[in-house]
């Protein structure tokens, strides 16, 4: 139901309660929230807000501002990445401008010894995304890392299909709604192919960033890594989301990285988040409702 009624919400109100699940419109308040996160000795990845671009100039935009970013936090010191969504360089609508754009970004970053990881989008350009990732590596580039969702069927094959590379892989359940003919639907079966993959992705000797805020797979993750060397594994989280967890999840040593959006383009993003709010239906029911009363 709030999947269906939130593109409905008027943008102002969306802007307000997404808020803070974005660091900002610029690189200088994603920087500030960069240096914030790691003296609370947390690890970040920084994501330029936008997506689908359509027109060449936009993706170019995009890596360009993806340059701005990796100049800034290598200026910065940080400890930091950057996350890239394929769509922003134009996957879309021509791959070769894709992989080119791309290939710079990802040079751009080994140049300073920096990581770039590309997140996974939906299931239509799952097959480009993971063919621009093994064409990087076998170009001998190992500073790029992928995404896996546990909710696409396909996750466990595509586990073994990149296990020649020994892929860094951030593991998520995967935000974007798909048909039952790809995707599992129910919660159960989605963290139950989370721990089967982490599992495999593991026992292949991958890095795995365990991304999730969902407590019973926080609980068997960590159980899973307990004797494992911390160098070997990291977990992630979303700006603004259970950052008192993630707080402790650092005090108890583990390595934690919190992805930081910032831009101009925060609609899209921010609507995903809402969704995944246990709150946001209460909020936004009284946020329109409010909006809805005459003389207010
Ligand atoms: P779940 O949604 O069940 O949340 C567990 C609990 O966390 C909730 O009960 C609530 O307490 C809290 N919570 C979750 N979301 C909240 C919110 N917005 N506001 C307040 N509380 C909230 N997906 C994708 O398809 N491609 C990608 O590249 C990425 N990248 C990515 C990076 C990182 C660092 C993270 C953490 C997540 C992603 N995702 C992603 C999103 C991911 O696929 C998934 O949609 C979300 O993490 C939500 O799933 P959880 O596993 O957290 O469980």
Redesign the pocket.
Known sequence: MIVRVLPAVPRSIVQRLSA??IAGATLEDARAVVARLNLEGKAA?VDVLGEEVTAPAEAEKVASAYHAVLDALAADRSDANV?V?LTALGLEFDVDLCRSLLATVVADAAARRMFV??????SDVVDDTLRLYRELRESGRDNVGI?L???LRRTLRDVGALADLEPNV?L?????LEPPSVAYTG?RQ??EN?LRVLEALLAGGSYV?V?????Y?LERSLARVAGMERTGYEL???L???EQRAAELVEEGHHL???VPYGNRWYEYSL?????????AGMVAKATLLRAIPGR
């Open positions: 803070p699940y990845t996350s969504k990881r590309i997140d996974m989008e939906h995404v969702q546990s909710r951030r998520c359940k995967g935000i974007y919660h989605i963290r989370f960033g991304a999730t805020h969902d407590e797979l992630q989280m979303l603004g989301v259970r990285r919190v992805y995903r988040r809402l969704q995944e709010n246990p709150a946001v």
